[in-house]
């Protein structure tokens, strides 16, 4: 059983940064996406940024402040955010996908607040 461990998330004035990194337990062979996801009260999931084989997507939100990473070595992915806003305070998940099976951490608590 794969288990995602994150860490990175707290306190944040606005305009502060923050670094979130997602270990997962083992090595995961096959890996098809590696993502980030986050979600505030009252609102649903939301996809945050995504690396793919083939590429990286972010939403129109985030784009220009946040910069998701992977080092498959130490099969962790990480997500830079830059420039938070309040609105940015959500718990986030990270998520790694295998093509049959994804798997999610269990959320890091990131507030955005002066």
């Known amino acids: 059983q794969v288990q995602l461990v994150e860490s990175g998330g707290g306190l944040v004035q606005p305009g502060g940064s923050l670094r979130l990194s997602c270990a997962a337990s083992?090595?995961?062979?096959?890996?098809?996406?590696m993502g980030w996801y986050r979600q505030a009260p009252g609102k649903q999931r939301e996809l945050v940024a995504i690396?793919?084989?083939?590429?990286?997507n972010y939403a129109d939100s985030v784009k220009g402040r946040f910069t998701i990473s992977r080092d498959n070595a130490k099969n962790t992915v990480y997500l830079q955010m830059n420039s938070l806003k309040p609105e940015d305070t959500a718990v986030y998940y990270c998520?790694?996908?295998?093509?049959?099976?994804?798997?999610w951490g269990q959320g890091t608590q990131v507030t955005v607040s002066s």
């Open positions: 998520s790694i996908g295998d093509g049959p099976r994804t798997y």
């Open positions: 083992r090595v995961i062979f096959s890996i098809v996406a």
């Open positions: 690396i793919t084989r083939g590429s990286t």
